[in-house]
């Protein structure tokens, strides 16, 4: 799942828009995408395994061969402890952090409805589950398209920008995940697995451009 991640996401920073000391858009976009914020790092490094597999299932060519300390059960549970906790130290807010930390974990949530069984309980666990949707395009369409679009509906009506950069940069940054997402679903497989822990990192700017984005936008 790529775009359903940007929508809870977006639906956190719409569920708490005005509360004082709310996380912002950016950090938002970092809890629910830091799984995959340091999943690249470690395929470049060689400690988790990813191969392109044309037809491994109807949606993405690729291959989760071995990626335990990001994506199993048990490291998205202690990911999401350490992210909250983390947050509650640096800004004293324990109920924002208990937020982010949810959506820490949603990655893994939304990973296991998606995924084919790859996703291991634990590392180590020779046990993996995932529900497969991603054995259906049409499905998973449905199903993507329409968390994303309805969190951005919410995120527009629960917040307001203050200027140009506030109204224009979100919907530049809308159309550019869903011209990402197309790309991914009808576009040629990767050339290689360095493109794909490359393309990976680029993510962190789509984290900054959050940030960029929520400094120009406040509660409706």
Same mark, same amino acid.
Do not use: C
């Given at each position: 799942? *790529?775009?359903?991640?940007?929508?809870?996401?977006?639906? %956190?920073?719409?569920?708490?828009?005005?509360?004082?000391?709310?996380?912002?858009?950016?950090?938002?976009?970092? @809890?629910?995408?830091?799984?995959?914020?340091?999943?690249?790092?470690?395929?470049?490094?060689?400690?988790?395994? &990813?191969?392109?597999? +044309?037809?491994?299932?109807? *949606?993405? +060519?690729?291959?989760?061969?071995?990626?335990?300390?990001?994506?199993?059960?048990? =490291? @998205?549970?202690?990911?999401?402890?350490?992210?909250?906790? !983390?947050?509650?130290?640096?800004?004293?807010?324990?109920?924002?952090?208990?937020?982010?930390?949810?959506?820490?974990? $949603?990655?893994? !949530?939304?990973?296991?409805?998606?995924?084919?069984?790859?996703? +291991?309980?634990?590392?180590?666990?020779?046990?993996?589950?995932?529900?497969?949707?991603?054995? $259906? &395009? +049409?499905?998973?369409?449905?199903?993507?398209?329409?968390?994303?679009? =309805? @969190?951005?509906?919410?995120?527009?009506?629960?917040?307001?920008?203050?200027?140009?950069?506030?109204?224009?940069?979100?919907? /530049?940054?809308?159309? *550019?995940?869903?011209?990402?997402? !197309?790309?991914?679903? *009808? %576009?040629?497989?990767?050339?290689? !697995? $360095? @493109?794909?822990? /490359? =393309?990976?990192?680029?993510?962190?700017?789509?984290?900054?451009?959050?940030?960029?984005?929520?400094?120009?936008?406040?509660?409706?």
């Amino acid at each position: 799942m *790529f775009i359903g991640h940007y929508a809870v996401g977006h639906a %956190g920073r719409a569920a708490l828009p005005g509360r004082p000391g709310a996380p912002s858009l950016g950090t938002w976009f970092l @809890a629910v995408q830091w799984l995959d914020l340091l999943w690249p790092l470690l395929v470049l490094a060689g400690i988790e395994r &990813v191969r392109i597999d +044309p037809g491994n299932t109807a *949606f993405t +060519p690729l291959d989760f061969e071995h990626y335990p300390y990001t994506h199993s059960l048990l =490291a @998205a549970l202690v990911w999401a402890v350490g992210f909250a906790a !983390v947050y509650r130290w640096r800004t004293g807010n324990g109920r924002a952090a208990l937020w982010l930390g949810g959506g820490v974990f $949603s990655h893994w !949530v939304l990973d296991w409805i998606t995924h084919g069984p790859d996703l +291991p309980l634990w590392p180590g666990s020779d046990v993996k589950v995932g529900l497969g949707l991603w054995n $259906s &395009v +049409p499905g998973t369409l449905v199903v993507e398209v329409a968390l994303f679009v =309805a @969190a951005v509906v919410w995120y527009a009506r629960a917040t307001r920008a203050t200027d140009a950069v506030g109204r224009w940069a979100w919907w /530049v940054l809308v159309a *550019f995940l869903a011209v990402i997402y !197309v790309g991914n679903v *009808f %576009g040629p497989p990767p050339p290689g !697995v $360095s @493109a794909i822990g /490359v =393309a990976g990192l680029a993510l962190w700017l789509l984290v900054a451009w959050a940030y960029w984005i929520d400094r120009h936008r406040v509660a409706a």
